[in-house]
């Protein structure tokens, strides 16, 4: 199993630029979550999936974010444009409704935005 | 609002030491709490607990959930100094498991 992953695992950017992050989930998850932690705010759920499906988004800070996930295999995580504020550890977790929705979660993505 | 609240925000002990971390709630469709404990990587999985009552165990750590109370806890007996990590509760509430979680308890164990 080779869990969920993540890519890029850092991401260095100048403001106003887009960032584009990118999931993996587990095989057979049938959902999919994003989060993201600072210092300051803890981890945060930003967006998650079911089936492929965007649930609930209440958590995504504002229109310059935007997820997608247009197959079961693969999710990403789009901010445009960039600011330095965005700067944090972006995580992707999966679960399945088969195993208790225990969440496994990917390496994160950390990003800095300069 | 749903939320999950984590008491101390940080604690530091001695190698030896026994610790009792804390987790409160306020989440509508309860369905069960997760523990999580996250080093300088990703989160991972400790406990999930969904009755009262029932103290899960796994070696030196061991956690029990009180659903009347809205609250669980989370003990370290024998610290060492690979326990230091931060240690995160979350909610799951419904059944789209969605996770609430608590801005956590870093622990630091000293030698």
């Known amino acids: 199993d080779a869990g969920v992953i993540q890519s890029p695992r850092h991401e260095v950017t100048e403001m106003g630029q887009e960032v584009t992050l990118r999931c993996k989930p587990i095989?057979?998850?049938?959902?999919l979550f994003w989060y993201r932690q600072t210092m300051m705010r803890g981890l945060e759920l930003l967006i998650y999936f079911n089936n492929n499906v965007p649930i609930d988004d209440s958590g995504m800070p504002e229109d310059r974010f935007s997820a997608k996930m247009p197959n079961a295999s693969f999710s990403t995580l789009k901010i445009q444009p960039s600011e330095p504020r965005d700067s944090a550890v972006y995580f992707c977790?999966?679960?399945?409704?088969?195993?208790?929705?225990?969440?496994?979660f990917g390496p994160g993505t950390r990003l800095t935005v300069l | 609002e749903d939320k999950v609240v984590q008491s101390p925000l940080s604690l530091v002990v001695h190698e030896g030491d026994t610790v009792t971390l804390n987790c409160s709630y306020e989440v509508t469709n309860f369905r069960s709490l997760l523990w999580y404990k996250q080093e300088k990587k990703a989160p991972t999985f400790l406990f999930m607990l969904t009755s009262s009552g029932i103290e899960k165990k796994s070696g030196r750590l061991s956690s029990i959930l009180d659903k009347k109370e809205l609250f669980s806890i989370l003990n370290i007996t024998a610290t060492q100094t690979g326990d230091s990590a931060i240690y995160l509760c979350?909610?799951?509430?419904?059944?789209?498991?969605?996770?609430?979680f608590g801005q956590g308890t870093t622990l630091q164990v000293k030698p």
């Open positions: 095989s057979g998850h049938n959902s």
């Open positions: 979350a909610v799951m509430a419904s059944n789209t498991g969605k996770l609430i």
């Open positions: 977790a999966s679960s399945s409704t088969s195993r208790n929705n225990e969440q496994f």
